[in-house]
């Protein structure tokens, strides 16, 4: 069985696009209808009730376009709203943080794993749970983790300060509470991290690993796609459509970075706060 029908991936704006990129790689003959809330960004600020309204609001717009599967590609909304976007959707949602908890899980020799991520990921503890869990699940014993927000991370990789003597400080900073605590493992848990893995690698030094969420999420995609017989197989031309609920023209000189190859053009405005949602 195949299914051509797009896969819809949202964000709180750009950041998103890192997990797009690794969808790409991965099932590159996917169609993919990608949202970006720019106008409402950032998420990693905001309260519990806005955050999974917008997510779902979000979610109904994905869901008027017809895809097959949703994919939250904000850790921060898949912390504060997958349960509710489980709950009401009728396609599967893949959320960005137990694949990185269970790569996380495998790949530490020490049993101490770092996360860092947006103040609102950090302060629902949803992450650790999901390392907990999975480290549980894996039989694993004396899982010690450690969990450090580091905000000021999303403007320096909007920035694209990703190498800059003030992104090494910033990172020095932050992460220093995670170095002194010896963690081998460090979760990237936020859409933009993975831009500044150079500096954040140099910081921790090369025995930590650090791993990206975006690839461990686009590897579950893949699976969840086999698993339910909805792969767009033999599809040599894959249409990659872009929204955005701030203007198209800066949405698209932002994104560029951030997607790596394959620009984004002919990125169409919607904004979803017209979706009635009750929470
Ligand atoms: N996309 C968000 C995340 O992964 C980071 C940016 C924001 O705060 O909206 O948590």
Redesign the pocket.
């Known amino acids: 069985m195949t299914d051509n029908r797009p896969v819809g991936v949202f964000?709180?704006?750009i950041?998103?696009l890192t997990v797009l990129r690794e969808i790409w790689k991965t099932v590159p003959e996917e169609s993919t209808i990608y949202f970006g809330d720019n106008s409402r960004?950032?998420?990693?600020?905001k309260s519990r009730s806005t955050i999974i309204r917008y997510s779902l609001q979000n979610m109904k717009f994905l869901e008027s376009k017809d895809v097959k599967m949703i994919v939250v590609a904000?850790?921060?909304?898949s912390a504060y709203a997958y349960e509710e976007l489980k709950a009401r959707s009728g396609v599967p949602v893949v959320e960005v943080v137990t694949p990185g908890a269970d790569v996380a899980c495998r790949a530490t020799k020490n049993g101490r794993i770092g996360i860092i991520?947006?103040k609102?990921?950090i302060s629902t503890g949803v992450y650790k749970k999901a390392v907990e869990d999975r480290a549980k699940e894996l039989g694993m014993e004396n899982i010690e983790i450690f969990q450090q927000a580091c905000p000021l991370f999303?403007s320096l990789a909007e920035e694209g300060w990703w190498d800059k003597e003030v992104t090494r400080l910033t990172a020095e900073e932050y992460l220093k509470p995670l170095k002194e605590a010896g963690v081998d493992t460090l979760v990237m848990a936020?859409?933009?991290y993975p831009l500044l893995s150079k500096v954040i690698q140099e910081v921790m030094g090369d025995n930590v690993v650090l791993v990206n969420t975006g690839e461990a999420t686009a590897k579950v995609v893949k699976e969840l796609l086999d698993k339910e017989g909805t792969a767009s197989e033999g599809n040599s031309s894959p249409v990659r459509e872009f929204y955005t609920s701030d203007e198209p023209e800066l949405f698209e000189q932002v994104a560029t970075p951030f997607l790596g190859e394959g620009l984004p053009s002919g990125t169409k405005h919607f904004t979803t706060d017209r979706y009635e949602v009750t929470i």
Do not use: E, R
Not at 41 to 45: I, L
Not at 74 to 77: E, F, G, P, V, Y
């Open positions: 964000d709180s704006g950041g998103g960004s950032p998420y990693g600020t904000c850790n921060t909304a991520a947006t609102g990921t999303v936020c859409t933009h």
